[in-house]
């Protein structure tokens, strides 16, 4: 099993930034696939970003159309924590924000960014950036 727990949001005017935080337990964060989804009001959840292993010790990271060279997924193994820096955010960046992992380490390109690909799930962190 796999706890995971976010942090970081809040509200933010228009071009500021955020970093969530994900603090994982259960099992170590370089072994096992991470992503970010979110779900804005009255839509469904959506992916933003993901960490996954590539081929041998390569790690690939994917992002959403949206919220591409503005938001970063990052990771720090002792802290056992994955991060998601957003940097000018927009008011339809308003969504709560969830972390993800999966049980592999690896995930094929043409999963990583469906929701079904991930086993753990947190609660989620609220991010609201007015205009």
């Known amino acids: 099993q796999v706890q995971l727990v976010e942090s970081g949001g809040g509200l933010v005017q228009a071009g500021g930034s955020l970093r969530l935080s994900c603090a994982a337990s259960?099992?170590?964060?370089?072994?096992?696939?991470m992503g970010w989804f979110r779900q804005a009001p009255g839509k469904e959840r959506e992916f933003v970003a993901a960490?996954?292993?590539?081929?041998?010790?390569?790690?690939?990271?994917y992002y959403s159309d949206y919220v591409k060279g503005r938001f970063t997924i990052s990771r720090d193994n002792v802290k056992n924590t994955v991060y998601l820096q957003m940097n000018n955010l927009k008011p339809e960046d308003t969504a709560i924000y969830y972390c993800?992992?999966?049980?592999?380490?690896?995930?094929?390109?043409?999963?990583?960014?469906?929701?079904?690909?991930?086993?753990?799930w947190g609660q989620g962190t609220r991010v609201t950036v007015s205009s």
């Open positions: 259960g099992r170590t964060i370089s072994s096992i696939s």
């Open positions: 993800a992992a999966a049980k592999e380490l690896s995930l094929p390109v043409v999963v990583v960014t469906t929701e079904g690909a991930y086993d753990y």
């Open positions: 960490r996954t292993r590539s081929g041998g010790s390569l790690t690939s990271t």
